[in-house]
Every structure is written in structure tokens, then in C-alpha cells.
């Protein structure tokens, strides 16, 4: 077993690692009681950022940021997965590899589109030189429809902005009106965050530096990574990661936000938010980052999010793999807010209501509270441990703690995570559990608690207070 990941365990290419590397992960995670049952996870090793979510030949296309040879952040690729119905996914194992000159040190987040009758990718290719400096380049790629990749020679933007740092990744390629635009994370030499528009006639370029996208006239941290626009009903829509943003300007307790920003419109001229909303958590729980959305075919806004976050170590390390996904969410805007709900699909998961008050770890529970009630509901484990979570229609409170679920990580951010909905009103939420995730989604998402739990017991049951609680039994479809 690997106890130091040096950095030169990390960047060894991949075809120098034994097999058994991978076989001894696997035969931990035969043994793990910690898998989830309807979620995404990687099959071994590390997932991070959803990558080049799309819909092209007929399915859904999703690639996830992956290291396979253990729970660290190291030689990154991309992993493929296929879906017929955003629910079941089939893993067609790893189809980007870190192996070119323009991404040398890692296939790193990007983002993709149909043209051309092909799925053409755009990511940034980590390259580093012999003094381990930075020298990202923003790659193109095509996809056919046997899902073979061909990645362009040169890169589509070769280097930073003069201006910028070498902090400069996580293209989200747009066409709009037969123009392309390329919009990606930077951070300029004074070390504030931003977010770059690149233009071009032709998909493959050549791209031109236009702006920087306004969407705040506040600051941003240090530096904004996965910047991710999308429209619903013409309102734009900006989720991004602003690293090392003020608590004054939002407030948030993970290590880093995942915040969205609204527009009333947007100025394709300027490429600026019109009346931009003030700043928001896109989840108000603990682990959720680097979402993933964009405008599908069949007209919905789609997205998917990291289920973890960088620099924390979860207690699935020690059993060679980390993290996981949201579910696909659809997102909408009601009354000037952004809405998240579990795609429909999601309902084939559907099997029988539990009659009593055990649950399986596959189950979800449908919530009602009347207004002025202070209700509680609490997932408990036969280990005596339980996922908390008290919803309060007189405050408007809604407040979930993991505190005591099991086994804890991350607690110098807190246990607690709070939301807030109009006070004096009926309640409603749904949780979906899997064993290692919960998802809130409150009053028909318009707020969203997320998180990772790691109870010790393996079997569970549902206490509740003054709140009607209908439970539902969940297909268990991963292998
Ligand atoms: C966000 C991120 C991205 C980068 C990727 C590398 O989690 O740091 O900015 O492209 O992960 O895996």
C-alpha cells in the first residue's frame, strides 16, 4: 500500500503502474460498505469535476475527471460514460489520457458540444516544465460516433492572456448564432479571479480574446475555477467556483463555494449579465462543487456536481477511492430564483413503500410539514448513529447535521449546514439517500442540501416528529 503519494507517484504516467495497483483497490472496494447504489462513483481511485456533459448520437455523454491509481489528485484523465436516460450510466473507461505535449501533466476540466455531426471537447491541458512551471493549453478534441477521440495537434488557445496567470483553465464552449465562444476560468497577475470570452467563426478557431465576462461588480477571490453559463428562458445563468472569495461578499462554510449568479438578461455585445442578482450558494450543504450544466436538446437546463471537494481527505481513502455525483438535476428559474430538481427520470429508480420505519440504504423519504411546526427527521444506523435533520416552518429554518453519522471529516468547517425558506409556511422536501450521500431538495428545489456521510452501520431506519414522511424503496443499479 502507497502511505506517501510524492508528486512523482502522482505524475508516473499510467502504462508504468503495475496492474496490481488497480487489483488491490478493487479487492478493497469488494470489501467496502461504503458504495453507493444509484449514484455515480469512480471504479477505482479519485473522480473530480464533471466534464463535456452533452447529448450527441442519441445518448447522454458525461466524463469525469479521473486519477484511477488512488484517492489523490494526480496524473488526470477523462473517463466516459454513456447514458440512454440520465439515470443508468454504462462506464466506458477511460477515453482522454494525459499523453501528448499539450497535456503532458493532465487532461484537465472542460466541457463539449455537437458539431459537425461529432462531439467536439475542448479542456485544458496541464503542462508542466523541467522547473515544474505551468503552462496550460486549451485543447480541442473530436468525438465520432464510435466514440473514438482524436485530439487537435495544436492547442486552441496556446497561452494565458498576457495580463493572466498561469491560473487559466476549464474552458465551457458555447455556440450561439453560428458564433463559438469559449469562456474559462483566469486569474490575473494581481492575483484576482475573473472570467475570460474567447470568440471564433469556426469551432476549431482561430479564437480571439473579446472581454472578461461581467457578471458582479464585486470581487471574486483569487481565482474562479469551472465557470459554467447556461440559459434559462433567455436569463443567464453563471455557476462558477470563485476561490478565495470574501464571507462579506458570500457566505459560505466549505472550503470553497460553488455560487451561481442570475441576469435578467444578457448583452451579447458587452457579454455582460444585465442586472445581475446578488451572489448565491448553489447547495447550501457541504461537499458540492465544480457543477456541471448545459442547454440539452430536448430544451431542459441539465446539471451534474462533484460530490466533494479538493484538499479534504474523505474516509473512503483509506479504501483507494473518492468521491462521487449529484444526481442529474434540471434547473429552472421561479420567481427570480434558480430551482434544482432530480430529473424526472429519476422516478424509474422507484420500487415499494417500506411500511414500517426501516429503510434500505437505497431509499427516499417524500417530507411534509405543516406551517408553524417544528419537525424532525433523522436517518439512524444500527451503529446508533443518525443524519439529523430538523425543518422549522415557523423560522423557515431548515438545518441538516451530520455531526453524529457516523465517521467525521472535514469538521473544522462545521457540522451544520442551514437553509432558509419563507417563515410560517408548509414545508416540503425529498431526500434522496444512498448510503454515503443524501440530497435535500426543499420546496421543490428551491434550496438544495447535499452531503457525504460514512455511518459505520450498514442497516437503517427513519425516526421522525411532527412531519408526514412517505418512504420509498430505491432500485440498487450499480454493479
Ligand atoms: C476543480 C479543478 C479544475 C481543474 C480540475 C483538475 O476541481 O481544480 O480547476 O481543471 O479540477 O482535475
Known amino acids: ?48 469535476d464533471p466534464n463535456g ?30 447514458s440512454d436516460d440520465l439515470v443508468h450510466w454504462k462506464d466506458n473507461g477511460i477515453s ?13 476540466s472542460g466541457s463539449a458540444i455537437v458539431s459537425n455531426d461529432q462531439l467536439f471537447i475542448v479542456y485544458t491541458g496541464n503542462v508542466r516544465d523541467d522547473n515544474w512551471v505551468r503552462h496550460p493549453k486549451q485543447v480541442g478534441a473530436w468525438m465520432d460516433d464510435h466514440n473514438q477521440i482524436q485530439k487537435m495537434p495544436k492547442p486552441l488557445i496556446n497561452k494565458p492572456l498576457v495580463g493572466y496567470t498561469d491560473h487559466f483553465r476549464d474552458p465551457q464552449i458555447i455556440e450561439r448564432d453560428g458564433k463559438f465562444y469559449i469562456i474559462i476560468g483566469a486569474q490575473r497577475t494581481n492575483k484576482t479571479g475573473h472570467v475570460l470570452v474567447y470568440e471564433a ?41 470563485p476561490q478565495g472569495i470574501s464571507k462579506d461578499v458570500l457566505d459560505y462554510n466549505n472550503i470553497y463555494p460553488n455560487a451561481y449568479v442570475i441576469g435578467e438578461s444578457f448583452d451579447w455585445d458587452t457579454f455582460s449579465f444585465v442586472n445581475p442578482s ?65 430529473v424526472v ?65 472535514a469538521q473544522v468547517y462545521g457540522t451544520r449546514r442551514i437553509a432558509t425558506v419563507e417563515p410560517g409556511e408548509n414545508i416540503t422536501a425529498t431526500l434522496y439517500f444512498d448510503n454515503t450521500i443524501f440530497e435535500l431538495f426543499i420546496n421543490d428545489g428551491e434550496k438544495v442540501i447535499t452531503g457525504r456521510v460514512f455511518p459505520n452501520g450498514t442497516e437503517f431506519s427513519v425516526k421522525s416528529n411532527n412531519v408526514d414522511v412517505e418512504k420509498i424503496k430505491l432500485n440498487k443499479i450499480n454493479k
Open 1 to 48: 500500500m502507497i502511505t506517501e503519494w510524492t508528486t512523482e507517484l502522482r505524475y508516473k504516467p499510467y502504462d508504468q503502474w503495475p496492474a496490481s495497483q488497480i487489483e488491490d483497490i478493487k479487492s478493497k472496494i469488494a470489501k467496502s460498505h461504503w458504495r453507493l447504489g444509484y449514484h455515480i462513483q469512480p471504479t477505482t481511485g479519485l473522480l473530480n
Open 201 to 241: 467563426d469556426e469551432v476549431t478557431g482561430p479564437w480571439q480574446f473579446k472581454t472578461e465576462l461581467h457578471f458582479t461588480n464585486q470581487e471574486m477571490g483569487y481565482m474562479v475555477e469551472c465557470p459554467n453559463l447556461v440559459f434559462i428562458d433567455d436569463q443567464p445563468v453563471l455557476l462558477f467556483c
Open 53 to 82: 456533459f452533452s447529448y450527441y448520437d442519441n445518448q447522454w455523454h458525461l466524463f469525469y475527471q479521473s486519477f484511477p491509481f488512488g484517492p489523490v489528485h494526480g496524473l488526470k484523465s477523462w473517463d466516459h460514460l454513456t
Open 96 to 108: 482522454i489520457f494525459a499523453d501528448t505535449k499539450n497535456d503532458s501533466h493532465g487532461a484537465y
Open 345 to 409: 427520470e429519476n422516478d424509474k429508480l422507484e420500487l415499494e413503500q417500506f411500511p414500517t420505519g426501516k429503510i434500505s440504504a437505497q431509499t427516499k423519504l417524500n417530507l411534509k410539514v405543516d406551517a408553524d411546526e417544528d419537525a424532525e427527521v433523522s436517518i439512524i444506523s444500527n451503529e446508533d448513529e443518525q443524519l439529523q435533520i430538523k425543518l422549522n416552518s415557523k423560522n423557515g429554518k431548515i438545518i441538516v447535521d451530520r455531526g453524529n453519522a457516523g465517521q467525521q471529516f
Open 278 to 342: 446578488e451572489l448565491h450558494n448553489l447547495d447550501e450543504g457541504f461537499d458540492v462543487y465544480a457543477t456541471q450544466a448545459f442547454n440539452a436538446p430536448d430544451g431542459r437546463v441539465l446539471s451534474i456536481s462533484w460530490v466533494g471537494l479538493p484538499e479534504i481527505e474523505y474516509p473512503t481513502d483509506v479504501e483507494g477511492w473518492a468521491h462521487c455525483y449529484s444526481l442529474v438535476k434540471e434547473l429552472t428559474i421561479k420567481n427570480g430564483k434558480l430551482y434544482q430538481t432530480p
